[in-house]
């Protein structure tokens, strides 16, 4: 494995950092304020790929790695952590598996519009009595002729408030447990789908996270996607590309809050004396930038295990467990380095360390991921 990254992907680097400072940074808290889906902002990123990021240009794509997209997940995190998971979603969890799993007409009308920035996707699969345990979804389909009819509702959906479709995780067999659920696109106006309360939460605030209800919502067995039975699969290896997402979204947020932070240091004076002279300070900021390097490397390691074409589910949960609880870690110090400013909304780090809890939650929860890696490390 290089460290190094290639001349290709530092100038994205470069370009993604000129973007978020002087679109996504002036915007972020607004954005935080007033929980609005950032539309016009999500149309300029379209604008530079970054709506479809590791698929190839022949179709359609940016014609990146994953590892490039692990670096815009960061660069665009580290200005504004909802554009950063918008973002992550419409890559990872909308676009991967349709162009994994996705038919040759599924992937034309599912898969080029989303990856062009031209429709926002979203990945349904929590439900209100259903979340570490995905294989116990109350969300029922019926097969009826050519079509579905699903009823149930998803509940914490990332972009489900805006989004032009979903693939929604039902339970098309319940008696088969996980082996009975089932992968189905739902576009939005389809009639018996609409989109339920918005959640009101402690950070990520302009991601329109809602529920999304399905009453006797009738869907063409053509939105399947794979097979009957496979969309457990599905979800589960589509979470493991999004685990490095969130990891990067994480490693992001601790970055700009350090960043903050180290700036801050160098220009509080408290007793007569810049506060960075200080040695307590100087081990805070020793350690947060000893762990954002860390959590980097393992975001990296396990987007350059993805683009090797191996199985990565033990790197992805690797890095997504150290780098979102390194993120409390680190934002929790820069407010601590701020002092009493650091607890105020005027300053970034208040933010930052609201936005970083979640990364412990979402896409599978600290524990969830320890599951995971010990289940690898017990195979030997």
Known sequence: MNLELSEEQRLLQKSVREFAESEVRPLAKELDETGHFPRELFRKAAELGLTGVAFPEAEGG????????????????RCCASTGVILSVQNSLFCDPIYRYGTEEQKKRFLLPFMRGEKIGCYALTEPQAGSNAAALQTKAVKQGDTYVINGTKAWITNGGVADAAIAYVNTDPAKGERGIT?????????????????????????ACCELIFMDCAVPVANRVGNEGEGYKVALSTLDGGRIGI?????????????????????????????????????????????IDAARL???????????????????????????????????????????????????????????????????????????????????
């Open 62 to 77: 940016a014609g990146f790695d994953h590892l490039a997209y692990t670096i815009v997940i960061e660069e665009i995190s």
């Open 183 to 207: 992968a189905i696109v739902v576009e939005k106006g389809t009639p018996g789908f609409k989109v339920g309360k918005e959640e009101k939460k402690l950070g990520i605030n302009a991601t």
């Open 247 to 291: 990891a990067a979204q994480a490693t992001g947020i601790a970055q700009g809050a350090f960043e903050a932070a180290l700036k801050w240091a160098k220009e509080r004076m408290a007793f007569g004396h810049p506060i960075a002279q200080f040695q307590a300070i100087q081990f805070m900021l020793a350690d947060m930038a000893t762990e």
């Open 298 to 380: 393992l975001v990296r390691k396990a987007a350059w295990k993805q683009d090797s074409g191996g199985r990565f589910s033990q790197e992805a949960a690797t890095a997504k467990l150290f780098a979102s609880e390194m993120a409390t870690r680190v934002t929790h110090k820069a407010i601590q380095i701020h002092g009493g400013y650091g607890y105020s909304r005027e300053y970034p780090v208040e933010r930052a360390y609201r936005d970083a809890r979640v990364t412990e939650i979402y896409e599978g929860t600290s524990e969830i991921q320890r599951l995971v890696i010990a289940s690898w490390v017990l195979k030997g």
